[in-house]
């Protein structure tokens, strides 16, 4: 049985709008504990606050990766920027066929923390530009 594929488009903006930037210092003791004991070998180039939510950006085997937590330092997901080409095949049909005209710039690799996967899918037509959630 085929995968369906369910689409959430995010405005860009609205996303970055909500996003703060954060000194690890603000940053909850809990949160920076369970990221290192999620990732022990990495180091946080940046903390965000969105909403009540932290996310760190940092760089994991050499990719360029943020993770989500809560305030209490449980881990949400993981997302990792991958090459459009690594989008499966069944994500870039469907982006084909919706979304005729657009040109897709970015893409990553969403997983939560029950192992999960989606793909966000940064997309442009002429000044109008979006992310979309790809669910496989």
């Known amino acids: 049985m085929k995968s369906t594929i369910a689409t959430i488009v ?17 940053v909850p003791e809990n949160v920076k504990k369970g ?15 969105e909403g009540a939510e932290y996310e760190a950006e940092f760089h994991l085997n050499k990719v360029e990766s943020s993770a989500v937590f809560t305030a209490d330092g449980t881990f949400k997901e993981l997302e990792q920027e991958i090459k459009t080409s690594e989008l499966p095949k069944t994500v870039t049909d469907y982006y084909t066929k919706t979304f005729v005209g657009y040109k897709l710039s970015e893409a990553a690799k969403i997983t939560d923390a029950n192992g999960k996967v989606m793909y966000e899918a940064e997309m442009s037509k002429g000044k109008e530009h979006f992310d979309a959630i790809l669910r496989q």
Do not use: H, R
Not at 10 to 26: P, R, V
């Open 10 to 26: 995010l405005c860009l903006g609205f996303t970055i709008a909500n996003a703060q930037d954060m000194k690890e210092a603000e």
């Open 35 to 49: 990221f290192a004991t999620k990732y022990p070998s990495s180091k946080v180039d940046q903390w965000e606050k």
